[in-house]
């Protein structure tokens, strides 16, 4: 599968992301997704089956992804947002029509269940198959860098050389035995710092599709917050960053749906960053190859 392209287009005062992806030859479709925050505003599907009739060439279809991405990035920066929006909605209708003359149920993809969207309080239901005209060829616009990815040190635990064996223990009663804590007596400090936190024990392993949930909170009494932005960034040394975004529930929760990009080298990490009211807090975790 070729890894795909991530992008950040500013127009008017707002951060579109543009991510384009090679679903893989199992569906042998390049697939592009223009948001808005957590919400999709237009898409663009094309079949490459070509590709695959008289031998598959990998770098003919890397070619094919970095155009459609760059032609995405371009009609955006033109400010052909809106435009961008209804020619998708176009090939919805014209995929419906074609579906109900064929007497074949028309095949979907459910948007806000999949592709890191876990805000699915509305569904939309975008076809398989949207055309968007093409665009003029740009000059290459987009810079995004490569973050090297912060592993998490290994722990390394001391070597005791046993010295003496104590045969005969001396058992104390319990009433002997006391705990007590270094913080007694003392009060904690409350704070209302903004937090968030991964529900669950995982481990992250390059290649793996998984669905994580995601808390976010305030303070020392762990408040919910609703309505927060959160984005999970994969980061590599060998790929390219992917980037998935979300809004927390009313209780502060949010599903995402993850696809780790697959490496055998390198060092990569998953960042979590949740955003609200200004203020932004992060986590790391480690990602191992696989």
């Known amino acids: 599968m070729i890894s795909g392209f991530n992008t950040d287009v500013e127009f008017d005062g707002i951060v579109y992301h543009v991510q384009t992806e090679d679903k893989g030859l199992s569906t042998k479709k390049i697939i592009s997704l223009v948001y808005d925050r957590g919400t999709i505003l237009a898409s663009k ?17 890397a070619e094919r992804v970095q155009k459609q991405h760059k032609l995405i990035c ?21 995929q419906a029509d074609g579906a109900i003359a064929a007497a074949s149920p028309m095949p979907t993809a459910l948007v806000g269940t999949s592709i890191g969207i876990a805000d699915a309080s509305v569904l939309v239901h975008y076809p398989h198959a ?25 722990n390394v635990e001391p070597i005791v050389d046993v010295v003496a064996v104590v045969e005969d223990d001396h058992l104390l009663p319990a009433e002997a035995v006391a ?3 270094e913080l007694s007596g003392q009060e904690r400090s409350a704070n209302s710092k903004l937090g968030v936190e991964l529900l669950g024990d995982f481990k992250f392993k390059g290649g793996d599709r998984m669905t994580v949930n995601i808390m976010v909170c305030r303070g020392t009494e762990r408040k919910v917050v609703a309505e927060a932005q959160i984005m999970v960034k994969a980061l590599g040394s060998s790929f390219r960053p992917v980037i998935f975004h979300a809004k927390s529930d009313a209780n502060g929760l949010a599903k995402i749906h993850l696809q780790l990009p697959h490496f055998q080298a390198g060092r990569a990490a998953l960042l979590v960053r949740a955003m609200d009211q200004g203020e932004e807090t992060e986590l790391r975790r480690v990602v191992t190859p696989g």
Do not use: C, H, Q, W
């Not at 599907?45 to 279809?61: A, I, Q």
């Not at 052909?80 to 014209?94: G, H, N, P």
């Not at 968007?132 to 290459?140: F, G, M, N, R, S």
């Open 45 to 61: 599907r094309t079949p490459y089956d070509d590709l695959t009739v008289s031998g598959f060439d990998e770098n003919v279809l």
């Open 74 to 94: 371009a009609a955006i920066k033109a400010g052909r947002i809106a435009e961008l929006k209804e020619m998708t909605a176009k090939a919805a209708l014209v």
């Open 130 to 154: 949207e055309v968007i005209p093409d665009l003029p060829e740009p000059e290459p616009i987009f810079a995004e860098d490569l973050l090297e990815a912060t592993a998490e040190p290994f």
């Open 179 to 181: 705990v007590v804590s």
